[in-house]
């Protein structure tokens, strides 16, 4: 079998099939994860031995995945990219990864991201910058920009990364993969070194929607350990609703249509006219202006890492509070001062109604629409070392994410094609809460109908 | 959109004081300057009318989650598990510095 640009579920078929071996598949992997590591720089840890679990069932019996380096790896080292956590090795085994053990996959390396995920371009790391694939000058977005490099380099053939408010969904579109967050709650975050632990959530990061909906089908569902996860209904299977023959009313929000780059927004209406050629309907629609958002999130995202990076004072694991780099500490003290009395009001309390008002707002027009569709970030990658220019970088890089994270709703990113400098153009499907099965249904027919253009093919066959 | 550049360096020093970040004045002077950048942007929030709306905290509003009484307990660390990662450690414990002087 060829497996250069396979998906996770043709590989899981040969597998099964045995016409490949654990071993090779594995090799391969490894084999160009090291290879690229050097252009790329999209691992902080590459594992020689595969980490690997106790198995219940075999549905990902010898699949190879890369994880983002905040979710807690028993025994391998976990960094979050921080040198405070330079030689940590967890004790115990992230929710998340525990899953996907006990399906038989296992854990290839731990990607690269901004340290403790604060960032939209995966510079913050203390490990280096990842490298975009498609334009090694520019970057891969972030936080999650090491593992969405490795899935488009296909140095893994799929990988788990995590959102605050944009971490996956922003780095996919940047690099051309799909990239899905979930509602909030239908993913544990036991394990995840914590960033904001109300916006907080795992999600897979993949070369086909069909393996977005596989990995899914592993990581959803209510867990014990996280109070937050939620035991709503789930699909036994999401490939099932993904797979049906629907005809959607889509809805595209006038303010997420502003100040998008030119070359992108072309590409995007383009795809908005492939659905109205497969007869789906669309409707203009009213949002809240993505840019309250912002400050919703900077408030109630900076408060909640203040109070979750008070954990780390070099008693019981990692160094002591001086290894914090710049933007940690930055983020540190806003929260705490919006927190402090006199200021709690006007800031953290007055984001949370805001929050609210979000939500009613999604509510509203998911009454309407099954979906909503827009570019999944203003422009296409930047070149590195652009974001210190901006000082609300990545505010403004995830403006377009930011309402689903800071109202819960699942959404995706879709590579609908390349701009005029041939870097992959993402579009974002959000979706209401707890239906990621109308949100894969959306992108899976996308898939079906054009094969996202090529753009992930032509990404993988930059790496042969 | 900058209006006041900057928070006074007597608050940011108190802020690294709360959060325990011992920082260089060349620190303090960054922190207070994008603090204050980040205040003004925040401002915005202030268009909005709040008048009667609940705060939500978080959004998939479950309440009172709990352990059965009697739930076996599966995360407990052993000693020598917890004590692994810690750099200082003293007859099986962790050793901290002194904090009543």
């Known amino acids: ?33 090291k290879h690229y590591q050097n252009d790329l720089n999209a691992y902080v840890t590459i594992l020689d031995k595969p ?206 249509m502003q100040n998008i780059e030119p070359s992108m927004l072309k590409k995007v209406e383009e795809a908005f006219e492939v659905y109205k050629k497969m007869g789906h309907i669309f409707k203009s629609v009213s949002l809240i202006d993505p840019k309250y958002a912002i400050s919703v999130y900077t408030i109630l995202q900076r408060a909640e890492v203040s109070s979750n990076l008070a954990r780390y004072d070099g008693v019981r694991y990692g160094k002591n509070r001086r290894a914090f780099a710049k933007e940690a500490k930055k983020r540190i003290m806003l929260g705490a ?87 992959p153009v993402g579009m974002q499907i959000m979706g209401n809460f707890f239906d990621e099965e109308t949100v894969l249904n959306a992108a899976y027919q996308f898939e079906q109908e054009t094969n996202f253009m090529d753009v992930i093919k032509k990404g993988i066959n930059n790496y042969v | 959109m900058s209006k006041k550049a900057s928070i006074p360096k007597k608050n940011a020093e108190h802020l690294a004081k709360l959060t325990n970040l011992t920082l260089s004045d060349d620190e303090l002077a960054l922190y207070s300057k994008q603090l204050g950048e980040t205040i003004d942007y925040i401002d915005n929030l202030n268009e909005l009318n709040t008048k009667n709306v609940q705060a939500t905290s978080h959004s998939t509003a479950i309440t009172n989650v709990t352990f059965e009484d009697g739930t076996p307990s599966v995360r407990t660390l052993t000693q020598q598990e917890a004590l692994k990662g810690a750099n200082h450690t003293s007859s099986d414990y962790f050793a901290v510095n002194r904090i009543i002087a």
């Open chain 1, 1 to 33: 079998m060829d497996l250069l640009g396979a998906s996770l579920t043709s590989i899981v078929q040969a597998l099964s099939d045995k016409k490949i071996s654990a071993a090779d598949v594995y090799d391969f992997f490894l084999k160009r994860s």
């Open chain 1, 51 to 256: 980490h690997a679990g106790k198995v219940k069932n075999n549905i990902l019996h010898g699949i190879p995945l890369c994880v983002k380096d905040n979710f807690s790896t028993r025994g391998v080292r976990t960094t979050a990219s921080s040198k405070l956590l330079d030689k940590y090795e967890p004790p115990y085994e992230s929710t998340v990864t525990k899953r996907l053990l006990e399906a038989g996959a296992t854990i290839l390396g731990k990607n690269n991201m901004d340290a403790w995920a604060h960032g939209s371009s995966t510079e913050t790391s203390d490990y280096g910058p990842t490298r975009n694939p498609w334009d090694t000058q520019r970057a891969p977005g972030g936080s999650s920009g090491g593992t969405t490099a490795s899935v488009s380099a296909y140095l893994a053939p799929a990988g788990i990364g995590s959102e605050t408010a944009g971490s996956i969904r922003q780095p996919a579109s940047w690099c051309g993969v799909v990239g899905l967050k979930p509602t909030y709650g239908r993913v544990s975050r036991y394990g995840v070194i914590a960033m904001g632990s109300s916006f907080d959530c795992p999600g897979p990061v993949t070369t086909t929607v069909e393996d977005a909906a596989l990995l899914l089908n592993i990581i959803a569902g209510n867990d014990l350990f996280d109070a937050t996860c939620s035991d709503y209904k789930r699909p036994d299977d999401y490939r099932i609703g993904m797979k049906k023959k629907r005809k959607l009313t889509i809805g595209v929000p006038k303010e997420y």
């Open chain 1, 337 to 423: 001062f919006t927190l402090s009395q006199g200021f709690y009001d006007a800031y953290y309390e007055k984001a949370q109604k805001i929050k609210t008002l979000i939500i009613e707002d999604l509510r509203r027009v998911f009454k309407d629409v099954d979906v909503l569709m827009s570019p999944a970030t203003p422009t296409t990658a930047f070149k590195l070392g652009e974001f210190e220019k901006y000082p609300f970088f990545g505010e403004v890089m995830d403006v377009l994410n930011e309402s689903a994270s800071v109202a819960g709703t699942p959404a995706i990113s879709i590579p609908v094609g390349l701009d005029t400098k041939g870097l």
